[in-house]
């Protein structure tokens, strides 16, 4: 166990400098009633002033001392790294509840680079939805890889809302008539108070006092008192404040969707704020929507950045009677990396494939075949295109899940896979996902598998898609883990799957719309599958045949479901069925009908 520095005491009346701060410091007292602090970053030459008004009394054996303004001045970066106070600063640009202790830190008894972390400046450019600059961003950073276990942080998970529950808010949003509005908090990460003793190294641009220049500077550390960006418990620190902060005044919270909290106001009004690390999405009722941001502005700094129109990468156009939620910035940027920005475009992200153990294009790397190097950027390609297809594109999930299956060893073939999809992005980089208030049938489900879809490993596709009022909010497609005996058992498995996402979603959406007060969705949830054979013995439940006694009793999870009135099994045409899109490579015609059902809309057809 390593030994604790000891603070060295210093006469309140005749207090000089601190020579280790807690966050940063040196500041000088010495009875003047202003004291101003400066801090210079060598490589930006950015000054960071601190004016801080007068002393407050300190009180011997006391180790926090207030103090509560500031003003920055940076040059070409705007640096929420504010210094702030005599011994222990906090970095916050809030200016709201920061404490400092005081005294000194010097490094006895921690061994010259052990037990503290490092840090370093980190520079970014700042976006907005068109892929312009906005603002020029500098911030210390800890280097939170030599944290250690058990010493320096114990749980790191920090929850957000994922994608399904995103849309399905924007549909909601679009079909009550309800506002949205989007709130940045300003350096959240620094609001978290911290649960285990972090000491880091001295920041470049401190200078010390020339009484403290006579040693080394690895002589002084910093122990950090609220959590910093870059250590491992900074975004689990965060939400846990957030999270107290907003239940404390009435903001209900389920561990089935913990990124969701919602109030239901006196007069019939309802908030639900959606919480993506700093990123707040509000929704609701005008009136309280800004009691709400008041609310939190006592709390925290925020930014107010008016009707949501660009969160987590996705760009919401609002046009008549909907709002179309689609990421053509992002395509852009993604065919510029790969230099495909100038390629001809095709009507199809993959070509109709042949099931053939010979003829199969996108089967794995035969004996005489080459695996590309490292200079081509299979891997980096296939991550840009799974952030697609999981937000917005599920018109290319299918071709995605296929392609990354040779990530270890991809060929030639399996390139011209990636350029012919990036070829199909290039010529509807602005299609996107419209949610509209015309359709009112709720929460809808199909599912469908693809046989032998993968000959080569002897096993099948899983298929699904959930609308909520016409337009997808969730999807999926997998190759299932057990090789299915026929078209029947590999149905079964593919309905299996979308029953276990059906069950979430109807949790999701009925704790959402009860907290708001809103009608429930009566009834159970409409799932439609093409295959006769596993409708029928969905219905009857399991049954030991000749033909069915392999298949496992855990997949006819779907019968109790239908037992109890939660889901309802209805046969749909296979031309019809939009889960088709998910478990095979399809042909122009059928890709355009199968995406136009699930809620796909060009953005150039709302404009003219």
């Known amino acids: 166990m390593p030994i604790r520095p000891q603070r060295i005491r210093k006469n309140p009346k005749n207090l000089t400098t601190s020579k280790v701060i807690d966050h940063t410091a040196v500041t000088v007292v010495d009875g003047k009633d202003v004291v101003v602090a400066t801090i210079t970053h060598p490589a930006v030459g950015t000054t960071i002033t601190v004016d801080v008004d007068p002393i407050p009394a300190v009180v011997e054996g006391e180790d926090d001392v207030v103090f509560p303004n500031h003003n920055t001045r940076p040059n070409e970066y705007a640096i929420d790294v504010v210094l702030k106070g005599r011994g222990c600063g906090h970095y916050n640009s809030s200016g709201r509840g920061n404490h400092y202790n005081r005294g000194c830190r010097p490094n006895s008894g921690r061994g010259r680079g052990q037990g503290r972390c490092g840090?370093?400046?980190?520079?970014?450019?700042?976006?907005?939805?068109?892929?312009?600059?906005?603002?020029?961003?500098?911030?210390?950073?800890?280097?939170?890889?030599?944290?250690?276990?058990?010493?320096?942080?114990?749980?790191?998970?920090?929850?957000?809302?994922?994608?399904?529950?995103?849309?399905?808010?924007?549909?909601?949003?679009?079909?009550?008539?309800?506002?949205?509005?989007?709130?940045?908090?300003?350096?959240?990460?620094?609001?978290?108070?911290?649960?285990?003793?972090?000491?880091?190294?001295?920041?470049?641009?401190?200078?010390?006092?020339?009484?403290?220049?006579?040693?080394?500077?690895?002589?002084?550390?910093?122990?950090?008192?609220?959590?910093?960006?870059?250590?491992?418990?900074?975004?689990?620190?965060?939400?846990?404040?957030?999270?107290?902060?907003?239940?404390?005044?009435?903001?209900?919270?389920?561990?089935?969707?913990?990124?969701?909290?919602?109030?239901?106001?006196?007069?019939?009004?309802?908030?639900?704020?959606?919480?993506?690390?700093?990123?707040?999405?509000?929704?609701?009722?005008?009136?309280?929507?800004?009691?709400?941001?008041?609310?939190?502005?006592?709390?925290?700094?925020?930014?107010?950045?008016?009707?949501?129109?660009?969160?987590?990468?996705?760009?919401?156009?609002?046009?008549?009677?909907?709002?179309?939620?689609?990421?053509?910035?992002?395509?852009?940027?993604?065919?510029?990396?790969?230099?495909?920005d100038q390629a001809h475009p095709l009507s199809s992200p993959m070509v109709v494939r042949s099931l053939g153990l010979d003829s199969d294009p996108f089967g794995p790397k035969k004996d005489e075949e080459e695996v590309?190097?490292?200079?081509?950027?299979?891997?980096?390609?296939?991550?840009?295109?799974?952030?697609?297809?999981?937000?917005?594109?599920?018109?290319?999930?299918?071709?995605?899940?296929?392609?990354?299956?040779?990530?270890?060893?991809?060929?030639?073939?399996?390139?011209?896979?990636?350029?012919?999809?990036?070829?199909?992005?290039?010529?509807?980089?602005?299609?996107?996902?419209?949610?509209?208030?015309?359709?009112?049938?709720?929460?809808?489900?199909?599912?469908?598998?693809?046989?032998?879809?993968?000959?080569?490993?002897?096993?099948?596709?899983?298929?699904?898609?959930?609308?909520?009022?016409?337009?997808?909010?969730?999807?999926?497609?997998?190759?299932?883990?057990?090789?299915?005996?026929?078209?029947?058992?590999?149905?079964?498995?593919?309905?299996?799957?979308?029953?276990?996402?059906?069950?979430?979603?109807?949790?999701?959406?009925?704790?959402i719309r009860s907290n708001c007060g809103m009608d429930e969705e009566k009834g159970p949830t409409v799932m439609y599958e093409d295959n006769a054979a596993c409708i029928a013995q969905l219905k009857d439940g399991y049954i030991k045949g000749d033909r069915t006694k392999h298949i496992l009793p855990k997949f006819f999870f779907t019968h109790d479901l239908q037992r109890d009135g939660e889901v309802r099994v209805v046969q749909v045409q296979s031309c019809d069925n939009s889960a088709d899109l998910f478990t095979k490579a399809l042909p122009t015609s059928t890709l355009r009908k199968l995406t136009h059902q699930i809620g796909m809309r060009r953005l150039k057809d709302f404009k003219g």
Request: aromatic fraction near 12%; proline fraction near 3%; charged fraction near 25%.
């Open 372 to 511: 590309l190097g490292p200079e081509v950027p299979y891997l980096s390609a296939i991550g840009a295109l799974m952030y697609l297809a999981s937000h917005t594109r599920p018109d290319i999930c299918f071709a995605v899940n296929l392609l990354s299956r040779f990530s270890s060893c991809p060929t030639q073939r399996h390139w011209n896979g990636i350029k012919h999809l990036l070829r199909y992005l290039k010529g509807t980089v602005d299609l996107g996902l419209f949610y509209t208030n015309h359709n009112k049938e709720g929460l809808v489900g199909f599912a469908d598998a693809g046989y032998l879809s993968d000959p080569h490993n002897g096993k099948s596709q899983t298929g699904y898609v959930f609308t909520h009022d016409g337009t997808a909010i969730s999807w999926r497609s997998m190759k299932q883990t057990i090789s299915a005996t026929s078209s029947n058992h590999a149905e079964i498995l593919a309905i299996h799957e979308a029953s276990r996402e059906c069950v979430w979603l109807r949790s999701v959406t009925q704790h």
């Open 119 to 340: 840090h370093k400046w980190v520079f970014v450019r700042k976006r907005n939805e068109n892929n312009e600059i906005v603002r020029h961003k500098a911030r210390l950073v800890a280097q939170g890889f030599s944290q250690r276990p058990g010493i320096d942080y114990e749980e790191t998970y920090s929850p957000v809302v994922d994608a399904t529950t995103f849309r399905f808010l924007i549909s909601l949003a679009i079909r009550e008539k309800l506002d949205l509005r989007l709130m940045d908090v300003v350096t959240a990460y620094l609001y978290g108070p911290l649960d285990n003793e972090i000491y880091m190294r001295l920041p470049e641009g401190i200078e010390l006092k020339d009484k403290d220049k006579k040693g080394s500077r690895d002589q002084y550390c910093i122990r950090l008192n609220k959590s910093l960006y870059g250590l491992k418990q900074s975004g689990r620190m965060w939400y846990n404040r957030l999270s107290d902060y907003l239940v404390r005044e009435g903001y209900k919270n389920d561990p089935i969707s913990p990124c969701i909290f919602i109030k239901k106001f006196a007069n019939k009004g309802f908030v639900i704020i959606a919480v993506y690390v700093d990123d707040l999405n509000i929704l609701g009722t005008s009136g309280e929507i800004a009691q709400t941001v008041e609310y939190l502005k006592k709390e925290f700094e925020m930014k107010d950045l008016g009707k949501t129109k660009f969160c987590l990468g996705l760009q919401l156009e609002y046009v008549n009677n909907g709002i179309l939620v689609h990421q053509k910035a992002y395509t852009e940027k993604v065919l510029k990396r790969f230099n495909m």
